[in-house]
């Protein structure tokens, strides 16, 4: 494969865009050669993309078809030549997750962080499945928490899945719970859902080739492939929506196909129970809590608030939490892209300190309080600062490209608050009431030797 200018990789999750060879590569069967694509090849593919506009509107990606396809390859609606064709992802899980699960009696990658998804909950049917007094968010929570002490007998291999995937492992969890009841619903042969379904994530073999066992990590990987890959499908479909709406828009795509995904709030008509995306979305929220994923754990007395540095970033160290690390990294990204530097003047922050040259008064309920903010001035490349009173006119030109590409990553800038704070950025966090609450409590109680800067 090499001496021929090829490479050797897994076609399973990397796109090739001149096609793989088999048998030319090491190690196991994913293993294929990608072909060289010289300049030549590029401006081909270039010139082919514009006959792509099909294979795009019916959420697909054009490309060869030695490559892997998490679905069906459909023919005639991509440009070039016979053998590039519109890879369409089919639905991910076939389970509805409706079976009883016996009880009577709950920022990875550049996904979007789930924490910061509205969600409205499990719907009436859907909280029926465990005889359950409430609906909505309370609902899914709950049928979260019947299927923990299940789930937890996985979180190994949904750990050792989200990592190699770099996958939120509370999404993971919240969808295994979702469409197997943690496998409580699942048959002696590991099927489900009239037999169409296969594992902890109700994999459709209709749509794919099983890979590994029922309660396998490899089947897990594979279930979060699916979901990947139907996330990025949304993206390019809806290539308007934040990482965290597309987040939400694959989830239901993951039980009814990419093309069900029409509308943001019409995104769970047509999947099971009407409520795929809302319900899963809560359920992995609450997992957050429960230790799956960085950032919300609250068991024990461990702290998740940690020191953060970065290439954009001076002033005053920083302090912020494990769930927070990924908007940093999108904050140094805008600050990159603008030339500009971060310069920080507070972060971390515990309850009833004294903060002294607050611009403002600062929040009850402050995100500072769960490690989830910043304060900062924005350094120009001369050095000088853009500091509150400046970044408040909004004509600073460095400053206004910063805060644009902040607020374009999903961010939220004070600025545009009715009591204005402009040197300060947020995930709004705070707006989940639940979540907040546990975490002010946990991390204010494990992390007071954290200083405040």
């Known amino acids: 494969c090499t001496s021929q200018g090829g490479k050797c990789q897994d076609y399973s999750v990397r796109t090739c865009l001149a096609g793989y060879e088999d048998n030319k590569c090491g190690g196991n069967a994913l293993r294929r050669c990608c072909l060289q694509c010289d300049s030549s090849c590029e401006s081909d593919h270039q010139t082919w993309s514009a006959g792509d506009s099909d294979c795009s509107n019916a959420g697909g990606q054009c490309k060869m078809d030695s490559n892997f396809c998490n679905g069906q390859f459909q023919t005639g609606i991509c440009g070039g030549p016979a053998g590039r064709k519109c890879c369409v992802p089919g639905p991910g899980g076939s389970s509805s997750g409706s079976g009883n699960s016996g009880s009577t009696g709950a920022g990875y990658g550049h996904?979007?962080?789930?924490?910061?998804?509205?969600?409205?909950?499990?719907?009436?049917?859907?909280?029926?499945?465990?005889?359950?007094?409430?609906?909505?968010?309370?609902?899914?929570?709950?049928?979260?928490?019947?299927?923990?002490?299940?789930?937890?007998?996985?979180?190994?291999?949904?750990?050792?899945?989200?990592?190699?995937?770099?996958?939120?492992?509370?999404?993971?969890?919240?969808?295994?719970?979702?469409?197997?009841?943690?496998?409580n619903t699942l048959h002696d042969n590991g099927y489900g859902d009239n037999g169409n379904g296969f594992g902890l994530m109700q994999v459709d073999i209709r749509y794919h080739t099983i890979v590994g066992g029922p309660y396998s990590t490899e089947h897990i990987k594979q279930g979060t492939q699916i979901l990947i890959?139907?996330?990025?499908?949304?993206?390019?479909?809806?290539?308007?929506?934040?990482?965290?709406?597309?987040?939400?828009?694959?989830?239901?795509?993951?039980?009814?196909?990419?093309?069900?995904?029409?509308?943001?709030?019409?995104m769970d008509v047509g999947t099971t129970g009407e409520d795929y995306a809302n319900d899963v979305v809560a359920r992995a929220q609450w997992l957050r809590g429960q230790g799956f994923g960085q950032g919300t754990s609250t068991a024990g007395s461990s702290c998740t608030v940690h020191p953060y540095s970065n290439t954009r970033f001076v002033g005053d160290p920083i302090h912020v939490e494990d769930g927070f690390r990924d908007s940093m990294d999108k904050i140094n990204t805008a600050a990159t892209e603008c030339n500009v530097r971060v310069y920080i003047t507070h972060s971390w922050r515990k309850v009833g300190e004294v903060i002294s040259g607050a611009i403002v008064t600062p929040a009850k309920r402050s995100n500072h309080f769960v490690g989830h903010a910043i304060d900062m001035n924005v350094q120009r490349p001369d050095g000088t600062l853009c500091n509150s009173s400046c970044l408040r006119g909004q004509s600073d030109s460095d400053a206004t490209c910063f805060i644009g590409k902040v607020q374009a990553a999903g961010l939220t800038w004070g600025g545009v608050w009715n009591t204005t704070d402009p040197v300060h950025i947020d995930d709004r966090l705070n707006l989940n009431t639940a979540v907040y609450d546990t975490m002010v409590d946990s991390l204010q109680r494990a992390c007071q030797h954290i200083p405040m800067t």
């Open 229 to 266: 890959d139907t996330i990025n499908c949304v993206k390019n479909k809806h290539s308007d929506w934040t990482a965290e709406m597309a987040l939400k828009g694959g989830i239901p795509g993951y039980n009814a196909g990419c093309g069900n995904v029409q509308t943001y709030a019409g």
């Open 111 to 183: 996904y979007g962080n789930i924490m910061n998804v509205d969600t409205t909950g499990a719907s009436p049917n859907t909280s029926r499945q465990d005889r359950l007094e409430q609906i909505g968010v309370p609902a899914s929570h709950k049928l979260a928490e019947n299927d923990l002490s299940r789930l937890n007998n996985y979180k190994s291999q949904i750990e050792e899945a989200a990592t190699a995937k770099n996958m939120d492992p509370a999404v993971i969890a919240a969808i295994i719970s979702r469409e197997s009841r943690a496998g």
